[in-house]
């Protein structure tokens, strides 16, 4: 950015965590986080063109590079479902786990790119001030996809059980069906709803939140002058590669609480 050398450490970090947001109606609660959303739909796109290519080309002999690749990624996915889920997962729920991991791990991968060279990019080519290129990093996003993953549980638990059953299960697991024991199962049961969503994202969100973070205070360190350039560019390789683990790591779990939960929503106690 052209005017970084003079921010302070402190304005610096902030002005690199801060959205570029629309007001959608009165009050800050309906403000948009436009940069995580336009990043989100384009590594949706990204991603499902990518798939889309490969499958197109795909061939019934020696298969290329990128449709083994693919492939690869197809059968670890599947044979993960397999462990955890025990009905046609084929249907929706392999589909599904293909969708989140590919999406969310396109999405943390976004925390790869230089920082300041985006910045200017995106300043000097798209005159935007602010923009956050992690959706991941943004707690709106990781709640909006648990919130989605969600409402399938809830969806999947009362087509596979019904309504009476959906209720019945609310009231009587898992302490059992005394009239005195419905507060006790209720209270239980709906602590155990909401703490899914809540941990399922934040989870995510505060992993990268907290890499983007530490990418920052390298870059800072590598401005401090020739010592800190040299070490800040070491450790940031170093962090850099071991990020990779976290980024890759983040997607899978994040995709097994997705299958577990839609598995768990066709059992019953």
Known sequence: MSSESTLTPTEYIGHHLTNFT????????????????VMALVMGVLG?????????????GVPGRRQAFVELVFGFIDDQVKGIFHGDRHSFV?????????????????????????AWIYEHVFHLHNWRQVPTADVNTTFALALSVWFLMIYFSIKVKGV???????FCAPFGG???????NLLFNLVEYISKPLSHSLRLYGNMYAGEIIFLLL??????????????????AGWAIFHILIVV??????????????AMAHESH
Request: proline share 4%.
């Open 22 to 37: 629309a007001q959608t109606g009165q009050g800050s609660f309906w403000t948009l986080h436009v940069d995580s959303v």
């Open 94 to 118: 392999a589909p599904a786990a293909l969708t989140v991991f590919v999406w969310v791990l396109l999405m943390n991968a976004m925390d790869f790119l230089p920082v300041d060279i985006m």
């Open 219 to 236: 870059w800072l360190w590598a401005a401090t002058g020739l010592a800190g350039t040299v070490f800040g560019a070491i450790l940031g």
């Open 164 to 170: 009476g059953g959906f209720i019945h299960e609310l």
């Open 249 to 262: 790591l983040q997607a899978f779990i994040f995709m097994m609480l997705t299958v577990v939960y839609l």
């Open 48 to 60: 499902i063109g990518f798939l889309w290519l490969a499958t197109r080309g795909a061939t019934a």
């Open 178 to 184: 005394h009239p005195l024991l419905w507060p006790a």
